[in-house]
């Protein structure tokens, strides 16, 4: 039987990938402007419009997917006679895992032959996105739902995360950092580096002060910790500087032979917390702690 692996738009991989390879997405939901819109990868607000408006004051808020679109997304697939796996964004960061799981219940009353796995990736953002890119290349190239299940169970905890963000208020606003921290990291120009643990939650590495040393910090960590990177496929994220991003592949590629490097903005649900100016930098190395 068929096996459709299904992402979600935490994921924030390039649209292009997403409609060159026809991959079906749980989309979260979130409210610029005083309207609720899909993240549908930039295609309907550009990133760019997005972070503007972020700049200028918008305050943009985010929900989970909740049961009744995981439903209808995980219908549409098995009415095709498909088997699913579904790679969802962390558990620790937000509560659609659970949602997907009662939906997954509901659904096996009316397909009681359904196969429906679902995995938390215990990843956010690109990092999600890159774990999702392994998995999808392992089913191109003929790996059955087994062997999806267990290289992604495997090796969820070898998809290193490290971030950089200039602007501390988003950081206070989602409740990572008190506002005594945000008002002085601002005045100091303290850029946090953060990271995702092996549970997926996000918690702040070091604190590093200016733009320049930041990015460089994040190539360091990739200097530490990653593992056959001539082989590899990395991936960094950005909120809408693309500059910065590309700064930080120079650095790697001036040193290392890497296969090739994934390139995209930060979506509107997760950028709604980290705000403009977040660059990621994620691949496969060392186990997370």
Known sequence: MATTILIDSCCDLPHTYITENELTVAKFPFVFKGKTY????????????????????????TAQINIYQYEETFRSILEKGHDIIYISFSFALSGSYKNAHTAKNNLLEEFSDASIDIID??????????????????????????????????????LNHFFTV???????????????????????????????????????????RGRKKSLKALVEMFEERVENPENQTIAICHGDCEEDARKVEEL??????IKDVIINNVGPVIGAHTGPNIVGLCFLGKERA
């Open 166 to 208: 200039s602007d501390l208020n988003h950081l206070k606003r989602g409740g990572r950092i008190s506002g005594a921290a945000a008002a002085i990291g601002t005045v100091l120009n303290i850029n946090p580096m953060l990271t995702v643990d092996k549970e997926g939650k996000l918690k702040v590495v070091s604190k590093i």
């Open 252 to 257: 790697i590629r001036s040193s290392y032979n």
């Open 121 to 158: 990736s215990r990843c956010a953002s690109i990092g999600e996105g890159l774990l999702c890119y392994h998995a999808i290349e392992l089913l191109k190239s003929g790996a059955s739902k087994d062997e999806l299940i267990n290289w992604l169970e495997n090796n969820r905890n070898r």
């Open 38 to 61: 899909e993240d549908d990868f930039g295609n309907t607000i550009s990133y760019k419009d997005f972070y503007d408006g972020v700049r200028n004051g918008e305050m943009p808020t």
